[in-house]
């Protein structure tokens, strides 16, 4: 099936709806595409002992509903908390959050996952029938400023860093913690900053943009030699909120190689939620921390999910302005508090596919959306790392 352009109204090219698609027509697309998810929190789960074996899929992922959804490779995070930074024990959360990934996953479920660390090993893992496990760490201040445990986390097999959290750290900004009047800490990336850039270029470390303040990824755009990429950001054109990408910024990546990884937090695909949300938003971190069903289900009752369409609009929306090459999925499940109807966990991915071929993509199309894309901006980082 091939996408069917039309002239909308602004002069821009729009995709029409197709033919309608068959069951057994979505499976056959969806079962050929090596899907890549590039971030997923469940980690931060079975650090505190969840068993993501069990077939019961309470949060969004176990490895029942990864088969389910048919994915192929999982980034999963090694997320450190901003709040780690106090008494500087980052960098051992940092690694509790390793080997949460090697014993509690890798280890434990060794029929179902493989450890990979390159481009060829996911492609090779999947061929087998695992699912090939990666990991990133999610936030900077992890290497508590330093180049040698950023080597070390390296050789331990991390593969992509964010270079900030919620949270600025000693040589990068934030988009999560500006002041009152819009002001950064210290205008993007410090002479430090860019430092850590170009030693994850030397390692072949992908640079993640995710999370960053708006000068921050223009700084790191010009330092890297390697195409950097979003691992969970979405379109703040469509909802307009800091973690999001503004289409510069989405064009600008693309241009540099680099990827958007589609982010499914309900918050970033539909202003409707992120406005809903505004109040909750803040709170919802530590009422998930604490087991506050109360808030939980306030949250619920006052914040309309996004929906799939939401899901395809983002992807539509970087395919027009930077191509189809410019863009993935880095759903953050499990690090979210709502997911989208109809894409509610991991097992639902083949109702993406589904609408995806509705809209007028084809199985190429969805193949360099699930997989190729990232793959290839993967081998790029690992070319410049053997330069």
Known sequence: MRRIPVLCFPAILCFAQTHPVTDAEVQRIHKSALLIDTHNDITS?????????????????NITALREGNVGAQFFAVYVAGSYTTGNHSARRTLEMIDTVRHDILARYPQDFEF?????????????GKIAALMGIEGGHAIEDSLRLLRDYYA????????????????????GDMDKAGVQHHNGLTDFGKQVVREMNRLGMLVDISHVADKTFWDALEVSTAPPFASHSSCRALSNVPRNMTDEMIVALAKKGGVVQVN???????????????????????ARAENDRALMEQYRKQVPPATLADVVAHIDRIVKIAGINAVGIGSDFDGIF??????????????????????????????????????????????????
């Open 45 to 61: 789960r079975t650090v505190d002992g969840y068993d993501m074996g069990k077939a019961k899929n309470d949060g969004h992922t």
């Open 116 to 128: 990979a660390t390159t481009a060829d090993d996911i492609e090779r893992i999947h061929q087998t």
């Open 338 to 387: 709502c997911a989208p109807k109809d894409l509610e966990d991991v097992s639902k991915f083949p109702n993406l596919t589904r609408a995806l071929l509705e809209k007028g993509y084809s199985a190429e199309d969805i193949r360099k959306i699930y997989g190729g894309n990232f793959l290839r901006v993967m081998r790029a980082a690992e070319a410049m790392a053997a330069r």
């Open 264 to 286: 499914f937090a309900c918050e970033f695909l539909s202003q409707k939620t992120a406005d809903a949300s505004k109040n909750l938003l803040p709170r919802m971190t530590a």
């Open 156 to 175: 331990l097999g991390i593969r992509y860093m964010t270079l900030t959290h919620s949270n600025t750290n000693n040589w990068g900004d934030s988009s």
